[in-house]
Structures are given as structure tokens and as C-alpha cells.
């Protein structure tokens, strides 16, 4: 049997560095978090062979003076921490101290530094490193205020280390991963980056909004922030501000996904459940949505200390952060309309320099008399009708959008649908020709045509917009089903045999403190034994569904998440699919009435952007976009 020995320093910092020191792009986050520590304005990365020859790293932070420089290479030393309650409250992005020393162990290492305080400025002092000893050896230099960090030769010592690195491209895709995130977390801090000598990005301090809009564009690219929406909220101590992207701006992985707590880059379970339910509703069936999101909370009720790498946290009261951020980013989703997406994005660039158009402007041009077309009659602004349900007393009552009633029965959820009116834009007495209102243009414009029986297309100040009025009436349908049902309330239906639930102990424990989350949507559980559980009575539009798995569901999310919108969902679901029976179907020829009536509504429905499955209901041509097609201006 072996003796039980003391690890020498060096063994003991290069097991360290197992954990922190991954790849070149751990170094870069290590260098990056001490620098930003530091309070540096401005950092300049470089580096040769994707980070394994070379990662010089340098910073105009406070700097380090002589005397501290061997600690700052030692492990267990920080400047960050000096208690516990330090530790409860962290509010730097490093803290542990063992960064600097991991990263001496395996490479070559130069540190100098100068905190600018001596009578010649220039003077600096500069800490020698080498894997083998782990000898620290300060020598004078020549540096202005701030730091600079040379890590050379990369797992030099630790030959099966380096084995397992990929390809120069695939490590510095993974480095510039780091410093994007690490540059969106960071307005006020400027970034270059140079790759074997070409300079990769070059961004400057953000000293506004547009600064910052224009950071995230460029590194999470202008087509992100063409389809975001900036939202902040703040409620209870909580602080969630930044950009989500339209559920229409959907991604096949979630790469495109950035969140921050107090600036730190996290990757958590909690926050990823929140976001995803919050896009529930509006996303398509596997794709991923698109974020970057920034939550400021009280430091000591986030605990940072829960993984070397620093990318997982743990919060005191997790339920009550689960509620904020769905509660929020849900609102926010609601609360799009078409007319906040209408205008021209300023980060779309101009493809064609387009010379001034001699020709008229649209808005002095005469109305184009249409000749007789596919669909029978003659189409023009003069075919527009006004459609809302105040001003436009020639409404049908009847619309199939309208006729969509849910009503709950014993124990049946049906759709009722009323005949609609038999119209058709190709009979001449079925749309009469209404005048276009003066005034303000709607968002959505107002309807000209309707296309094989599937499009609508309205013209808007803007240009033109086609509108997919299947899919845009099944999530008026939608919308109003739920909004019924919320203020109705749930009813439920005692169940004719109680079914019984096998149950772990700690499944039981949080079904039985939960009992009043499952009441108010309309289930009544009862704890048989320690390890049972039994349904008496469930919703009524839940009827068909499969109690048992729900149930096991909605506690695995109570365990997990503190919360469950799984019955909720299960319910949606239902309503969903008769809002998608009940909406007005393919080929159904409506009038101009009816048409700019459904477009007034889709502009008064929250989340009218994309029916229930997720896929968009309409789309926008503008004038300018109509140009370039047609070459207008060359």
C-alpha cells in the first residue's frame, strides 16, 4: 500500500489546471476576467497557431506592483476575496486564485505590469515563469500603466495534453467565441483581437445605445438585430434588459443564445427552461430562439462558486428568478406589433449604391387603373376598404373569424363554427368598392387583392405586405380562445374512477406542497400513501390526455425548475388545434371587407407575428426592396 503523500506545487497546480485550463480558449477567458477586473478600458488580444504558439494578452487595468507579482503567479492568492462574506457577495468575475498559476504550469509565461505610480511612468516590473520548477523570477521592464500576459507554448510540458487539441481553426473559433461574449457583457471596455498578425475584430467603447446596438451587431450579425426587440423589465430586485430575437429569427441549435447575470457569462438550466417557455407559444417545433440578455440582481443572492470554470450559478431563490424572466421576456413577446417591425432597419446595408430615381415618387404617382385579372375583377385603391369594427358599420357579423366559439360540455370541448357569409372577391356585388380612408395608413396597410385563395395583399405606407390568412386567423382564433378560458376560468370534471399514481417519496412530498398550483388548473390530488398519489378530478378540455404522464411531468418540472406551465401547455394544445380546425381554410375567397378587417385584427392580437405553430403570418416587401428587383434607379 502506498504512502499518503504531500503533492509538490507543481503536480498540485497542473491537476488545477485539468480543470481550468481546457484548451487556448480557457486562457483567454482567465486573461480576459482578470483584466476586466482590473478596471481596463481598453484590452488587445493577439495570437499565433489558434492560441497554442502564442496568447499575448494586454490591458491599461491598475497593473500589479513588484512586490505582488510572485503571488499573482501562486496558487490560492487573489486580490478579489479576503473573507467569507466576500465570498457570499461576489461581484468580480474571478475569485478562486488559481487561474495565473494553472496557466504558469503548462506554459511559458511573461507577466508585466505597471500601476503607474512610480515617478518614471514607464517603469515596470516583469514576472518570468516556466512550467518545469514553477521558479518566478522579477526583472525590470519597460511598460505604460496597465498589464501585459505572454503565454507561449501551450501544454509544453504536458505532451497528452496537447495531443487532444483540434485544428488551429477550431481552437481560435473557440477563443473568439470567448471574447464575443466576454465583449457583449462589457460595453464599456474596448476589444481588438489579431489572429497570426490580421486583426479579426476591432471594437470600440460603447458610450450609448447605438454603440451598443451596433456591438451586437457585428458580432452576433446585422440579421440578429434586424429581427430583435430590446426589452427591460425590473420587479423584485430583479433587472432583465437586452435583445430577443422574433420567434421568426429561429435557429436549428442554440447558438445564438448569450446570457449574463451581473456580466458574467452563464450557461444555466433554470434560465434556458425559462426562455424556452417563454417561447412556447410563438416557436416552431425544434427550432431554437435567439437572445442576448443581461439579468442584474443583489450579488449575494447568486452564488458564482459552484464550477471551476465559473459558467454555472446557483440562485437562492430560484422559482421566484424562473417567474421573472418567462413572465418578462413572455410580456415582451406579447407585446410586438407589426408596426415595430414595419420600418426599414437601420443595420440593413445597402446592397446597391441606387442613384436618385428620376422617375415620380410613389406618393405622386397616379393610382395604375389594373386590367381585368385572374380573379375577375378590376383591383385597385379604390378597392380598399376601412374593416374596423368601430368605424366601419358594413361589417359582416358573421365573419369566419368570428365564429369561432369554444364551449366546454359535460365532458367534450368542441369548436362551433356558424356558416360565413358567401362572398367572393371575383363576384362584382360581393366586394363593392369601398373609398380609402384619409389619415394615417394602419400598419398593416389595407387589402387590395387576395391571391389563390391563400394570400392577402394589402398595401402599406411602407410598401407591400402579404399576409398568410390561414395562419394569421388561427392565431386570432387562438388568442381569443385562451383569453375566454382565463377569464372564465378552468372548469374541471370529477373523474367517473379516481386514478391512482405510483409516486417516488420526494415525487409525493412536492405534489402535496403543491396542491394549490394544481387546484387553480383544475386538478384535485390526494396523497394516498408515502408513495401513491390519486387524480379525482381533472379539466374538462383535458379529458383525452394522458393524466399519469402529465402529472409525472409537471413534478419533475417542480423539482427541476421550482415551477410547471405543462398542464397549461397541454391545455394550449388543445386549443391550438381547434383554433387551426375553426380558422378560415385555404381557398376561401373573402371581400375586401373582410380582409382589412382581419388585418385590424391581427394588428390588435398579441404574438399575431406567427400562428400557433410557430410560422410566420405575414411579410413585408418595401418600396426600396421593390426597386432593387426591378433595377429602378440603374
Known amino acids: 500500500m502506498s504512502k499518503i503523500q504531500v503533492l509538490s506545487p507543481r503536480l498540485a497546480n497542473q491537476i488545477a489546471a485539468g480543470e481550468v485550463v481546457e484548451r487556448p480558449a480557457s486562457v483567454v477567458k482567465e486573461l480576459l476576467e482578470n483584466a476586466l477586473d482590473a478596471d481596463a478600458t481598453q484590452v488587445d488580444i493577439e495570437v499565433e497557431g489558434g492560441g497554442v504558439k502564442l496568447i499575448k494578452l494586454r490591458d491599461n487595468g491598475c497593473g500589479v506592483v513588484k512586490d505582488e507579482l510572485p503571488l499573482a503567479l501562486s496558487r490560492h492568492a487573489t486580490s478579489k476575496i479576503h473573507t467569507l462574506d466576500d465570498l457570499e457577495a461576489v461581484v468580480t468575475l474571478g475569485f478562486r486564485g488559481e487561474a495565473m498559476a494553472s496557466i504558469a504550469s503548462v506554459s511559458r509565461l511573461t507577466f508585466t505590469s505597471n500601476?503607474?505610480?512610480?515617478?518614471?511612468?514607464?517603469?515596470?516590473?516583469?514576472?518570468?515563469?516556466?512550467?518545469?520548477?514553477?521558479?518566478?523570477?522579477?526583472?525590470?521592464?519597460?511598460?505604460?500603466?496597465?498589464?501585459?500576459?505572454?503565454?507561449?507554448?501551450?501544454?509544453?510540458?504536458?505532451?497528452?495534453?496537447?495531443?487532444?487539441?483540434?485544428?488551429?481553426?477550431?481552437?481560435?473559433n473557440h477563443l473568439q467565441e470567448v471574447l464575443k461574449r466576454q465583449a457583449l457583457s462589457q460595453f464599456d471596455v474596448g476589444f481588438t483581437l489579431r489572429h497570426n498578425g490580421k486583426m479579426i475584430h476591432q471594437l470600440r467603447r460603447c458610450n450609448n445605445q447605438r454603440d451598443k446596438e451596433l456591438r451586437v451587431a457585428a458580432l452576433c450579425g446585422k440579421a440578429f438585430m434586424e429581427n430583435a426587440v430590446f426589452i427591460e423589465n425590473?420587479?423584485?430586485?430583479?433587472?432583465?434588459?437586452?435583445?430577443?430575437?422574433?420567434?421568426?429569427?429561429?435557429?436549428?441549435?442554440?447558438?445564438?443564445?448569450?446570457?449574463?447575470?451581473?456580466?458574467?457569462?452563464?450557461?444555466d438550466?433554470?434560465?434556458?427552461?425559462?426562455?424556452?417557455?417563454?417561447?412556447?407559444?410563438?416557436?416552431?417545433?425544434?427550432?431554437?430562439?435567439?437572445?442576448?440578455?443581461?439579468?442584474?440582481?443583489?450579488?449575494?443572492?447568486?452564488?458564482?462558486?459552484?464550477?471551476?470554470?465559473?459558467?454555472?450559478?446557483?440562485?437562492?431563490?430560484?422559482?421566484?428568478?424562473h417567474d421573472f424572466l418567462f413572465r418578462a421576456i413572455h410580456k415582451a413577446l406579447a407585446d410586438v406589433r407589426p408596426e415595430d417591425h414595419l420600418v426599414e432597419n437601420t443595420f440593413t446595408t445597402q446592397a446597391a449604391n441606387l442613384e436618385p430615381v428620376e422617375q415620380e415618387s410613389p406618393t405622386q404617382q397616379q393610382p395604375m387603373s389594373l386590367p381585368k385579372n385572374t380573379f375577375g375583377s378590376q383591383v385597385g385603391t379604390q378597392a380598399m376598404g376601412i374593416g374596423t369594427e368601430q368605424a366601419d358599420p358594413s361589417r359582416p357579423q358573421n365573419l369566419p373569424w368570428q365564429a369561432v366559439?369554444?364551449?366546454?360540455?359535460?365532458?367534450?370541448?368542441?369548436?362551433?363554427?356558424?356558416?360565413?357569409?358567401?362572398?367572393?372577391?371575383?363576384?362584382?356585388?360581393?366586394?363593392?368598392?369601398?373609398?380609402?380612408?384619409?389619415?394615417?395608413?394602419?400598419?398593416?396597410?389595407?387589402?387590395?387583392?387576395?391571391?389563390?385563395g391563400i394570400y392577402i395583399l394589402s398595401q402599406s405606407a411602407a410598401g407591400l405586405i402579404v399576409v398568410d390568412m390561414h395562419a394569421a386567423h388561427e392565431r386570432i382564433t387562438y388568442e381569443r380562445m385562451k383569453k375566454a378560458r382565463d377569464e372564465e376560468g378552468i372548469r374541471s370534471q370529477p373523474m367517473l374512477v379516481p386514478e391512482a399514481i405510483a409516486v417516488s417519496e420526494k415525487e409525493a412530498d412536492f405534489a402535496e406542497q403543491e396542491m394549490q398550483v394544481f387546484q387553480q388548473l383544475g386538478f384535485e390530488i390526494e396523497r394516498a400513501s408515502s408513495e401513491s398519489l390519486v387524480v379525482r378530478q381533472i379539466?374538462?378540455?383535458?379529458?383525452?390526455?394522458?393524466?399519469?404522464?402529465?402529472?409525472?411531468?409537471?413534478?419533475?418540472?417542480?423539482?427541476?425548475?421550482?415551477?410547471?406551465?405543462?398542464?397549461?401547455?397541454?391545455?394550449?394544445?388543445?386549443?391550438?388545434?381547434?383554433?387551426c380546425h375553426g380558422s378560415v381554410r385555404a381557398n376561401r375567397q373573402l371581400n375586401i371587407a373582410e380582409m382589412n378587417a382581419l388585418l385590424r385584427?391581427?394588428?390588435?392580437?398579441?404574438?399575431?407575428?406567427?400562428?400557433?405553430?410557430?410560422?410566420?403570418?405575414?411579410?413585408?416587401?418595401?418600396?426600396?426592396?421593390?426597386?432593387?428587383?426591378?433595377?429602378?434607379?440603374?
Open 234 to 267: 425590473e420587479a423584485a430586485g430583479y433587472k432583465l434588459w437586452g435583445w430577443i430575437a422574433l420567434p421568426t429569427f429561429s435557429r436549428s441549435q442554440a447558438d445564438l443564445q448569450h446570457f449574463f447575470v451581473n456580466g458574467r457569462v452563464i450557461k
Open 405 to 452: 366559439a369554444y364551449a366546454a360540455e359535460g365532458n367534450t370541448a368542441t369548436a362551433v363554427m356558424e356558416p360565413p357569409p358567401v362572398s367572393s372577391l371575383g363576384a362584382s356585388q360581393g366586394a363593392a368598392a369601398q373609398i380609402q380612408p384619409e389619415g394615417e395608413v394602419p400598419p398593416l396597410g389595407y387589402a387590395i387583392a387576395q391571391l389563390h
Open 269 to 321: 438550466r433554470l434560465v434556458a427552461h425559462a426562455v424556452k417557455q417563454a417561447y412556447r407559444d410563438v416557436m416552431y417545433h425544434g427550432r431554437h430562439s435567439a437572445f442576448v440578455l443581461y439579468l442584474e440582481l443583489d450579488a449575494a443572492t447568486v452564488d458564482v462558486n459552484v464550477h471551476p470554470t465559473k459558467h454555472e450559478v446557483r440562485f437562492r431563490d430560484g422559482r421566484s428568478v
Open 115 to 172: 500601476t503607474g505610480e512610480a515617478e518614471n511612468s514607464a517603469e515596470a516590473w516583469q514576472a518570468l515563469a516556466e512550467g518545469r520548477d514553477m521558479a518566478t523570477q522579477v526583472v525590470p521592464a519597460a511598460h505604460p500603466k496597465g498589464s501585459t500576459i505572454e503565454v507561449r507554448d501551450l501544454f509544453f510540458n504536458t505532451p497528452a495534453r496537447r495531443k487532444f487539441l483540434r485544428k488551429e481553426k477550431t481552437e481560435f
Open 601 to 634: 385584427d391581427m394588428e390588435a392580437t398579441e404574438r399575431s407575428g406567427q400562428c400557433n405553430h410557430g410560422r410566420p403570418t405575414w411579410t413585408q416587401m418595401s418600396l426600396a426592396d421593390l426597386d432593387k428587383l426591378f433595377l429602378r434607379g440603374r
Open 539 to 579: 379539466p374538462v378540455i383535458l379529458n383525452k390526455a394522458n393524466v399519469e404522464q402529465l402529472i409525472r411531468d409537471v413534478l419533475a418540472d417542480l423539482i427541476t425548475y421550482g415551477q410547471s406551465e405543462r398542464i397549461k401547455a397541454a391545455m394550449n394544445e388543445v386549443l391550438s388545434t381547434m383554433a
